[in-house]
């Protein structure tokens, strides 16, 4: 008996989650991997807009896979992700009308707005300071042009 083509989303789904967390274990190995945490953000923000549910959870557990990766702590970029979805991105989207000018500050508030959001964290609860490589810039530009294609 075959499966219907219209019930495969799921099962896609969980193929995206399972690649996703095998890349992620690459990329902390393979430093020219990026981590794809603008791609994330724009995945999160886009199901937060859409009302999926189910899309947002999924989204919220790659988060906690690469917070998990990264030694960051938990559910801080999910907490990070949302205010800036609340606070910032609806300006964002009023202010500029130039799409790569917008796809680009969405790579720069993951990237750059995530580091600052876990060093204010760092200095609130007396942990160590989070630390940023280089590679930051080469992550930037890979996945402004991934975003540029979502």
Do not use: D, W
């Not at 499966?3 to 896609?12: A, C, G, I, N, Y």
């Amino acid at each position: 008996m075959q499966r219907s083509l219209t019930h495969q989303k799921p099962l896609t789904l969980f193929a995206y989650i399972f690649f996703f967390i095998i890349y992620e274990s690459l990329s902390s190995i393979y430093l020219f991997l990026p981590p794809l945490l603008a791609v994330l953000f724009v995945l999160f923000a886009k199901a937060l807009k859409s009302g999926n549910t189910i899309s947002v959870l999924l989204v919220s557990f790659c988060l906690v896979v690469y917070e998990a990766e990264n030694g960051y702590l938990l559910f801080s970029s999910i907490i990070y992700f949302s205010l800036v979805y609340k606070l910032l991105l609806p300006k964002l989207n009023k202010n500029f009308s130039c799409k790569s000018c917008i796809n680009i500050s969405y790579v720069l508030l993951a990237y750059l707005g995530y580091y600052l959001f876990c060093t204010v964290l760092a200095n609130i609860f007396l942990l160590p300071m989070p630390s940023i490589s280089f590679y930051i810039i080469y992550y930037i530009v890979i996945e402004f042009f991934i975003v540029s294609i979502l």
